[in-house]
């Protein structure tokens, strides 16, 4: 495990002390050996120190949500199924047509909201 690299925008698990809850956090910053040094809960948007110690393993999601559909409209705490990244689970609206999702591998970002054109 000594030799994972990770980069910005990863996701990796771990306990949050403010949500009370264990969460998929995202990877803000990463020392020049790849080691992770702040992360950021998505739910409350606390960001904190990190080590590998406090990574918990990820949990499989208890129930498949709904497919990602771009013309629906998301909401924060929503979570969706895509077809090549699986499920994840937005975090915040970028734009009003352009959202974050954390996936199981990383943090990306989705166009949604499409169905009015
Ligand atoms: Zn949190």
Do not use: N, W
């Not at 080590?51 to 969706?80: I, N, W």
């Not at 915040?92 to 996936?103: D, G, N, Q």
């Amino acid at each position: 495990m000594e030799k994972e690299l990770f980069t910005v925008g990863e996701r990796i698990d771990k306990f949050c002390t403010v949500c009370d809850e264990e969460r998929g956090h995202i990877v803000t910053s990463v020392t020049k050996r790849g080691q992770i040094s702040r992360v950021r809960c998505p739910k409350c948007g606390t960001i904190g120190t990190f080590k590998l110690a406090s990574r918990t393993p990820s949990r499989p999601a208890s129930k498949t949500p709904s497919p990602y559909d771009r013309t629906l409209t998301y909401r924060a705490g929503q979570s969706m199924t895509h077809e090549m990244f699986g499920i994840g689970e937005v975090t915040r609206l970028v734009e009003p047509r352009k959202m974050e999702v954390l996936f199981q591998d990383r943090l990306r970002c989705l166009i949604h909201a499409q169905g009015h054109e």
